[in-house]
């Protein structure tokens, strides 16, 4: 039999932040409405909303403002740094899938001291008065709604061959993702999102349960890939 080994993924806002940074920074700057509220009746894409949003911002702000007031005011998980050790104790591979932007993830774990995560978010780029969003990892490929970047390729493309694919979300920009994983840990919209679509998953509040569960089935030898995640991964990597 073989020996299966985690891999684990993990959304940033409202997962490991415990708010949208992203909005944390338009209130912050700016104002979230009307935008907010074309982008939730569908009258807005998430793209657009971005480009139209990052319009407002003041011309003169700076990354590093944005950055020092995510400093002053982020806050994680109250396990997620024991989550990280704990990643790092069992020489389990970590990584950040965002939605989201880089910058702002690379603020957060600068505070809490976390060093050596891989993270991949979208960029936020200054051009002539305003900034605009990149989003580097865009895949027309994929048939996932309402994100800016897909998570599902570079989930993917960083999987070994005997890894398990564990994901770790709340909200929409994970619905592609649960897909393709083989464990889930799943709060909010995500969560409802798997029961609607019965897509087993473990309900989580904090970081310390997905721990347990994880040392839980490390214990008991129970790391194996999921059926219907294997047989997707397989149809992307026909489909790319
Ligand atoms: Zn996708």
Redo the contacts with the bound molecule.
Sequence with gaps: MKDWRLHIFSDFDGTIALTDVCIDIIDKFSNREPYLTLLATGKLTLKDFWHQVLKTFPSNLSIEEMIQFVKQTVQVDPYFVEFVNFCKENQIPFEILSDGFDFYIQATLDKFGITDIPYFGNQLVKTNDHYEPVFVYA?ES???EN?GS????IALSRLADDEVLVYIGDGYSD???VEYSDIIFAKSILSRYCNEKRIPHYNFKTFLEIINVLKKLLREKKIKPRRQAQLNRKKAFENE
């Design positions: 895949n994929c048939q996932c994100v897909c998570k599902r390729n619905f592609c993702m």
